[in-house]
């Protein structure tokens, strides 16, 4: 998704949009015809209102002057710029965003746009993705590619919906109390979807009972009859069951469930195969292509969604077995020529995801495979966070990865979790049961996974974002030969 651009049949006049955004025109017209929204002065195109955005390491005043020679008739600043045609606010995220609530409201009233929220603290972009590819097997839809969850992001999404959109897929995230509040006064969904709640952000946030009450804002301020989609397996998210306005749907693995997985089984990828099963219907084979037995629970929340959107189970099912994830670094699984997967799962990580990702990392392969490791750190965990990397060091461990390489800040945390006294110290060579590393920089951990991986072996590369170890993954790929689709 272009994030600079709204669809270009959406059209404002200069004066409309300075009364939608309570700001002041400086230099510029009533009457400008407005044909698109841009936050990017790469992506302007004539006729392009310009934002110009601002934060602690970005100033989109700098830009102005560049968005207006590429074309833009307009400005979104808050102060003037001299020989710029303005439009003077208080605060240009908040215009943004009050732009984009007003676009939703319209394409509501005038054209019965729905509003799918997804919140959780792990598997969000990946329902996200499945949700939109169910639902575009029969409706328009718009979904970002990629994790456009924030204040900037969200808003960036909104305005690419136009008059022929049917529904509006929507991530939202959250870093404390009032985020998905601040989101859904934007957007507020009329299906809110709560994942799960875990420990992302919890050293930003406070404790997991903090970020239960942050995600439950995506009910409470959805729409007045909104769908509650809550999965029944996380008990803090089953409680949230009373603060829902409408109707609940619960998903799950659980007999409760209203729609659940049953005969769940994985194939060498990891791709899960399973009976799709719903009240009042007969239970439907699906067959995922996408890894990990996690994407069990994200594919019944797509399921619950396109259910409430008035699908049929078949049709679900038949749809859930063709989608893929489109959003980059999220269990991307290549073969290589070498013989060797590669897992890219880069994208970010907590405690739940990274949990998932060893889960099934040693489920891919046949009984020859070693499966071998390349785990960074996980961000935002405050006070957790030495615990947090233990832990998933010693699951490393318990689920038979038989080589880790740590890459980052925690990296001794995550192999002192590994290693036991009867194992072979860190970096030690030789033919050992068990291994660990500790690699300063990617480069290194690329190194010692070439120097290590065999033919039928699967490598996880996993960390958070900041610690960009995608560069690992995608080394390893060309180091050991893409395989041509």
């Known amino acids: 998704m272009d994030a600079g651009s709204v669809a270009r049949s959406t059209r404002w006049t200069s004066g409309q949009l300075a009364r939608i955004v309570n700001g002041q025109l400086v230099d510029a017209a009533e009457d400008l015809s407005l044909c698109g929204v841009s936050t990017d002065s790469r ?56 732009l984009a609530a007003e676009h939703v409201l319209r394409l509501r009233g005038d054209h019965g746009l729905r509003v799918i929220g997804i919140t959780g603290s792990s598997g969000k972009t990946s329902t996200k993705d499945l949700v939109a590819a169910v639902l575009s097997t029969q409706m328009n839809v718009v979904a970002p590619v990629g994790s456009f969850n924030n204040d900037v992001g969200l808003p960036a ?19 404390g109390l ?52 809550l999965n029944l397996d996380d008990s803090l998210v089953s409680k949230m069951a009373h603060l829902a306005p409408s109707r609940v749907i619960g998903f799950g693995r659980g007999e409760n469930a209203d729609i659940r997985a049953e005969a769940v089984c994985l194939d060498a990828q990891a791709r899960a195969r399973f009976m799709l099963c719903m009240r009042d219907c007969a239970p439907q084979p699906v067959e995922l292509a996408v890894a990990g ?78 499966h071998l490791a390349v785990l960074g750190d996980m961000l935002e965990l405050g006070e957790f966070t030495e615990q947090a990397h233990l832990r998933i060091g010693a699951l490393a461990r318990q689920l038979g990865v038989a080589h880790l390489v740590a890459v980052g800040s925690f990296r001794e945390h995550l192999v002192r979790g590994y290693l036991d006294d009867s194992d072979v110290a860190v970096s030690a060579g030789g033919n050992v049961r068990v291994q660990a590393d500790m690699a300063d920089d990617w480069l290194t951990a690329v190194n010692l996974i070439i120097e290590h991986a065999n033919p039928g072996d699967v490598v996880l590369v996993k960390a958070s974002r900041g610690i960009g170890l995608e560069r690992v993954a995608e080394q390893l790929i060309g180091e050991f030969g893409r395989v041509s689709p």
């Open 43 to 98: 992506g302007v195109v004539a006729g392009d209102v310009f934002f110009a955005l601002t934060g602690e390491n970005h100033d989109g005043r700098a830009f102005a002057a560049q968005a207006v020679a590429a074309g833009a008739a307009l400005v979104v600043v808050s102060d003037r710029l001299p020989g710029l045609p303005c439009l003077i606010v208080a605060d240009t995220l908040a215009a943004y965003a009050a």
């Open 157 to 175: 999404t909104v305005l690419q919906a136009d008059e022929v959109t049917d529904v509006l897929v929507l991530e939202m995230g959250m870093r």
């Open 178 to 229: 009032g985020h998905i509040q601040r989101l859904c006064s934007i957007a507020a969904p009329d299906v809110s979807v709560v994942l799960n709640v875990g420990s992302a952000h919890v050293g930003e946030v406070g404790s997991v009972s903090d970020i239960a009450e942050a995600k439950s804002e995506i009910i409470q301020f959805a729409t007045r009859d909104a769908i509650a989609i």
């Open 293 to 370: 037995e996690h994407q069990v629970m994200n594919a019944l929340a797509a399921s619950a969604v396109a259910r409430a959107a008035g699908m049929s189970a078949e049709s679900i099912a038949a749809a859930l077995s063709s989608a893929t994830i489109r959003s980059r670094w999220r269990m991307e699984v290549v073969s290589t020529a070498d013989g060797i997967t590669v897992v890219n799962d880069a994208y970010n990580a907590n405690p739940e995801s990274m949990t998932a990702a060893l889960h099934a990392l040693t489920s891919m392969g046949d009984s020859g495979s070693a």
